[in-house]
């Protein structure tokens, strides 16, 4: 048992400093971005059209790809072979790539009713930028059918490294775009770039797959069991993973309304910062465990199923609470070091940071619901994140349309995180209910210890960084020095805290010291 638990460990570490790379390259890319097109008229074009064919994208397959057909893939490994499943691998990718190949061409003949439902700006100029970068960018639906295709087929067979490193190779052609033809080329030849990374994260895929022995076989049979399966899954799923992508819909069309539509590009800001530090951790892990969860319940092995949930769940908010509490309090110096300089001023890490500050309240919910999907997706059932993730999205809505107006970009930043709360809630509540006690008394006792050792650190943090930025130099090597000395301080203060009030996790962590 301790050696798979090591054995997990690892793999989740290596795959998380991969998707860490990947996000501080990310990070890099988007610091180019704001200086070189801030949150003006360009900016929120590119990013109204660089959504639609994401969220297109997540609506649609990325459901398919991995709520649905890793289960059944591991299935067919489980009790089929490996021939049997790689059989109905050929048929799912030729399926997607049929499917997305159809919407791609749909998307790029009609995009102007697609910009009209994503944005509402008040200048006509913007409109017409957003329309002709969306039918430049939507083949991305298409690459991204293919490559997250493959990634399942390598997830399946716990294969993570070149999945891992796939947003670091699309975010290097990005960088070297913008060190190479942005002067010349400009926003269309930004959208040029990020279209080859997309094609490049599926080319990566390649040479593994065909290490690990398998052949594309081209065929499609809607018939087959395990395709029958895949559809009849997807419905349900399907809203479910809808939740993310359109909630940020929601919010984008709210906020081009904002500041002369620059509320479109501070969300978008906030947002890749907060999955830089929230995904970071969080997507490493549910892209780890869900294969081995998928396993587990083809096996029928519900103990352990069950126990790997529970540990996943409290070590993920023993590290998540602190990660919140500490963004919220670093917020303004943390988008002024990333993002400001250039183009992108002031006022523009103003409505950034403040975005960022309350989508941060968000980030436990966040956790929650990415762990708890994996569970009932890792067991075919559909139908409770489908209700729970419809009543995600209508929360947002009608928060956005409550707080926007009165709150600007924070109110549409709240709307965000009580909607993603609200969709862990309600994912949580009927596995307590069910019987499984996923998380029993003494959880939800340390749970609440764990947020308020985190509550404490975020606020002496906030009061130490107002005492502590007038006395370091200006400009980034200040900005570094502060944000370096608020993370230590926190990390130390919340651990000690966490110790003080007994918290399983951190007396643990103490006793694994003390045995290396």
Not at 369 to 382: D, E, P, T, V
Request: aromatic letters at 10%; one cysteine or more.
């Amino acid at each position: 048992m301790e050696g798979r638990q090591s054995s997990a460990a690892k793999t989740v570490s290596f795959v998380m400093a991969l998707t860490l790379v990947g996000k501080v390259l990310g990070l890099y890319r988007d610091r180019l971005l704001a200086v070189h097109y801030s949150t003006g008229p360009a900016a929120n074009a590119f990013f109204t059209a660089s959504r639609i064919p994401r969220v297109f994208f997540d609506a649609v397959f990325a459901s398919a790809i991995a709520a649905c057909f890793i289960p059944v893939f591991s299935e067919h490994l489980e009790k089929r072979g490996r021939e049997e499943a790689q059989r109905f691998a050929g048929a799912f990718l030729t399926a997607i790539a049929l499917l997305t190949g159809a919407l791609t061409l749909a998307g790029m003949a009609f995009p102007q009713p697609l910009v009209a439902l994503f944005a509402d700006y008040s200048d006509p100029a913007t409109t017409a930028l957003a329309v002709s970068l969306t039918r430049v960018m939507f083949p991305t639906v298409l690459f991204s059918g293919l490559a997250f295709s493959m990634v399942g087929i390598l997830q399946a067979q716990d294969h993570f490294t070149a999945p891992a490193l796939m947003s670091a190779v699309s975010n290097l052609v990005v960088i070297a775009y913008f060190f190479s033809l942005d002067r010349e080329l400009g926003i269309f030849g930004l959208a040029g770039a990020y279209l080859l990374g997309w094609l490049l994260q599926g080319a990566i895929q390649i040479p593994p797959l065909a290490r690990l022995g398998f052949r594309y076989r081209p065929g499609l049979d809607f018939r087959s069991e395990g395709m029958k399966k895949v559809f009849a899954l997807m419905g349900p799923v399907m809203v479910s993973t809808w939740v993310q992508p359109i909630n940020q819909a929601i919010n984008a069309r709210f906020g081009s309304r904002l500041y002369e539509g620059a509320g479109v590009a501070a969300l978008e800001y906030a947002s890749n910062l907060y999955l830089v530090i929230a995904g970071t951790f969080i997507l490493s892990i549910t892209n780890v465990i869900f294969p081995k969860l998928s396993r587990l319940t083809a096996g029928g092995r519900e103990g352990e199923f069950r126990d790997t949930i529970r540990q996943t769940l409290r070590l993920s908010l023993f590290l998540v609470f602190p990660m919140s509490a500490g963004l919220m309090a670093v917020a303004r110096p943390l988008v002024s070091l990333i993002y400001g300089g250039g183009e992108f001023d002031a006022f523009s890490t103003q409505i950034t940071s403040s975005a960022l500050s309350w989508m941060a309240l968000g980030m436990a919910g966040y956790a929650l619901q990415n762990i708890l999907s994996r569970a009932y997706f890792a067991r075919q059932q559909g139908r409770v994140p489908l209700i729970a993730g419809g009543a995600s999205i209508l929360g947002n809505i009608a928060l956005s349309a409550a707080l926007a107006e009165r709150f600007s970009v924070a109110g549409l930043a709240l709307a965000s995180a009580a909607s993603a709360t609200m969709y862990a809630l309600l994912l949580l509540l009927p596995l307590q209910r069910s019987g499984e006690r996923i998380l029993g008394r003494a959880a939800a006792v340390g749970l609440a210890k764990m947020a308020l050792a985190a509550a404490v650190m975020g606020g002496c943090v906030w009061a130490v960084l107002g005492g502590l930025a007038p006395l370091l130099p200006a400009g980034k090597a200040g900005e570094v020095l502060c944000l370096g000395a608020c993370a230590g301080l926190g990390a130390v203060l919340y651990f000690v805290l966490a110790l003080l009030l007994r918290v399983e996790e951190a007396e643990l962590a103490v006793s694994l010291i003390r045995r290396a």
